[in-house]
């Protein structure tokens, strides 16, 4: 039965191959196989042939055209990395969460843990340049600015009035 399949699969693909025998003549081949194995043992007869014909085979393979790779990207302009100071306020004292920062922009946060409003001025203890001044926050409140700072030492004050005096001021310094 297994040949039977076999035989009947083989002749058709070997019908659907270009410039095989018409399709009564291996009507007639598959019967003859058909009867000629049944019960018998497979073997070879010198007068038939024993391979089956290809197709023909493809035309010269012609290679794909050269492509070359795409230029590289150019790299990243470089994100100057975004410094964190910590200012906290209490009555008549500043301190600074570091006492040195690298220069560049970075995030100056006035944090009023004191009872009283405070403010805070940054600037540059030459005195070059304006002084950045925060608007005042009462207490627990909290106001942000994104300085760039440039290499030097600077003096942070409260700006209200007797608050400096006191003792609500301090130096940073940015290398």
Known sequence: MLRRGLCSLLLVAFAAV???APAGASARHQHRARHHHRGHHRHRHPSRPTSVALPP?????VPAPFVPAPAPLPAPAPVPVLGHLQV???EFSLSLSRLVLDAGPV????ANFGE???DLSVQRTDGSGAA???P???AGGVATQTLTLAPGTYRLWCTLPGHDALGMHTTLTVR
């Open 88 to 90: 906290p306020a209490r």
């Open 18 to 20: 270009p410039g095989a």
């Open 136 to 138: 005042a926050v009462g």
């Open 116 to 118: 009283d409003a405070h």
């Open 57 to 61: 085979a493809p035309a010269s393979v």
């Open 132 to 134: 950045v001044a925060f």
């Open 107 to 110: 995030a100056i946060q006035l």
